[in-house]
Structures are given as structure tokens and as C-alpha cells.
């Protein structure tokens, strides 16, 4: 046995101290210990701390144990036949008198090594995402859904449009009733004008495939381009698609409606669609201006300024 007292073997070694002197009961009280728990250590302490060690559970004999002989057939069986499956296996041992259950034919299988090794699927290296190298290269749109908790009236339904610039973080944000291809289509327009004024040039837009934004997985449509597309040939803008069902590849738009729904949604109400347009403008302004670790903590609008 190990001579090193653990922090249990301690605590028990004290507590046994105390009913020496001062009986189980009281004992049973301070330490916040069952009487029967007391007793149990109290009949294995001989006024050492090892006697107060945990013994192994392990039983001293298995009667029910798989004889040399079952070993013997079992390994021989899976020695002739490695690529049986366990069913077919066990099956094959029973008609030469085996007469454990499966599950024990599992474990002493995988007690004598008996199953082949698993192959190990190679470690996903995923793809390195393209950093941008200038204000416009590409922007990130989506549509966030604005909480209905917010909403002062049930029948109301409002949309934040997001646009985020790659490089700069610089985002614009523009309220609507709907989330449709029209409402995308001039929240195209105005993202252009407004990027625009602060010196930025809009080259590309990524988006997700949503309907407001791309037929590409309509049944019908699906050769049909939407009104958001057109506008973006219109004013010489790539419409980029991310991968389906991955919204990663959106990331930087995904992450800051995290951050819309901390510190703008949990504590706004809105009462119109006017009404939220004018605190999501407020609220646009503020967060352009929030300093953000990737840009050295300056904000995106203190970052644009170096490049345009």
C-alpha cells in the first residue's frame, strides 16, 4: 500500500480523532456525516491513516469467469473467421456449445484484444478563409428578424437588413417590413449610395442562399434571377453564394447580430416601423464606432479612414 496520505485519508483520520473524543453523535453533527458512514470507517480504523485508504471492490473470485476452454474455442473462432460480425459469431459458437450471452462474448472479446483496430479518420483541415486586403472587396449581407418581445404591436413584423464590410468591420444597417427580394433589392441600392459616400467602393456582395436573395434552390425559378441579382449586374456588383447550410462562411455578419441582440434587442421596444429605423440608425452609429480587438481597438470607422 502506499505510504502518501491523500486529503480523504486525512479528513477521516480527523474525523475518527473526534469520535474518539467526543462519540459518534456529536461527530455525526460537526462533519455533516450519516452515523452509518461513521461507524463503517470507525470499524476499519486501527489509529492509523492507511486503514482509512479505499480497498479495491474488485471481487476475490469470479466463479462465472469464461473457462480455458470457452477462451480457447472463441479465440480459435475469431482467428478462422476475422471478418464475422458479433451476431453471426456468437451464433457460430452456441452451435459448438458456447452458452454466454452476447454481451458477454463482447467483453471478453474486447478483453483479449480480439477486435480489429478502428481506423482513424483523418484530422479536417479546414480550407484558410481569404482575408481581405481593402475597404469594398466584398460585403457581407444578411436579415436578422427582429424579436417579437420587442415589438409593442403582435401584428407588426420588422427586418434588419446587415451589411458589413470584410476589411474595415464598417456596417450598415437599414430597417423593413418584410424580408423579400424587393426589400434585398433596395437595401442593395442604399448600401451602394452609402458606402459610396465614405470613399468605399463596392465590388462584391456575399450573401446566404435565401430566397430575398438567390432562386438557386427553387424548383421553379431556379433559372429565373431575382430582383436582387439584377440590381447587383445593374450596378457592377458579383453576387457571391455561400456553401448551403453553412452559415460560418458568413461569419462576420452572423457575429455581429450576436452582438445587435446583447446590446440593442434585450433592452429596445419598438412601436412602428419608423420608430425602430430611427433607434437602429442610433444604434448603427454607435457600433460603428465601437472599438474592436481585430482592428487594434480602433473602430471601424477610425480603421476606414487610414484607406480611403
Not at 66 to 80: G, S
Not at 190 to 219: H, M
Request: proline share 6%; glycine share 4%; with cysteine.
Amino acid at each position: 500500500m502506499s505510504k502518501s496520505i491523500t486529503q480523504d485519508m486525512a479528513y477521516r483520520q480527523s474525523l475518527m480523532k473526534y469520535v474518539e473524543k467526543h462519540g459518534v453523535k456529536r461527530a455525526s453533527r460537526k462533519y455533516n456525516k450519516s452515523r452509518s458512514y461513521i461507524y463503517f470507517w470507525k470499524a476499519r480504523w486501527d489509529g492509523t491513516a492507511e486503514s482509512l485508504a479505499c480497498r479495491s471492490r474488485r471481487p476475490h473470485s469470479h466463479p462465472n469467469q469464461h473457462t480455458e476452454a470457452e477462451l480457447k474455442l472463441i479465440w480459435d473462432m475469431r482467428r478462422r473467421n476475422p471478418q464475422l460480425g458479433m451476431v453471426e459469431l456468437w451464433h457460430r459458437l452456441r452451435q459448438r456449445g458456447y452458452t454466454r450471452r452476447p454481451e458477454s462474448l463482447f467483453r471478453v472479446m474486447r478483453k483479449l484484444g480480439l477486435f480489429p483496430p478502428k481506423e482513424k479518420k483523418p484530422a479536417c483541415k479546414p480550407k484558410p478563409y481569404q482575408q481581405m486586403t481593402y475597404p469594398g472587396q466584398r460585403i457581407q449581407v444578411d436579415v436578422k428578424v427582429v424579436p417579437r418581445h420587442c415589438i409593442a404591436d403582435p401584428e407588426l413584423r420588422l427586418f434588419q437588413y446587415t451589411a458589413i464590410d470584410e476589411f474595415t468591420r464598417l456596417r450598415f444597417l437599414a430597417a423593413y417590413p418584410e424580408q423579400s427580394t424587393y426589400s434585398s433589392a433596395d437595401f442593395l441600392k442604399k448600401l451602394f449610395k452609402w458606402y459610396a459616400r465614405r470613399g468605399i467602393r463596392v465590388e462584391c456582395v456575399q450573401t446566404d442562399n435565401g430566397f430575398e436573395f438567390t432562386n438557386r434552390f427553387s424548383n421553379s425559378k431556379r433559372d429565373i434571377p431575382t430582383l436582387f441579382e439584377t440590381t447587383a449586374a445593374q450596378l457592377g456588383i458579383r453576387h457571391k453564394l455561400i456553401r448551403p447550410y453553412t452559415p460560418r462562411h458568413n461569419g462576420k455578419v452572423e457575429r455581429s447580430h450576436r452582438e445587435d441582440q446583447k446590446r440593442f434587442y434585450s433592452c429596445r421596444s419598438f412601436f412602428s416601423l419608423d420608430d425602430f429605423a430611427r433607434q437602429l440608425a442610433v444604434h448603427n452609429r454607435r457600433s460603428n464606432n465601437f472599438p474592436m480587438r481585430p482592428l487594434g481597438y480602433r473602430s471601424p470607422s477610425e480603421f476606414t479612414v487610414q484607406y480611403v
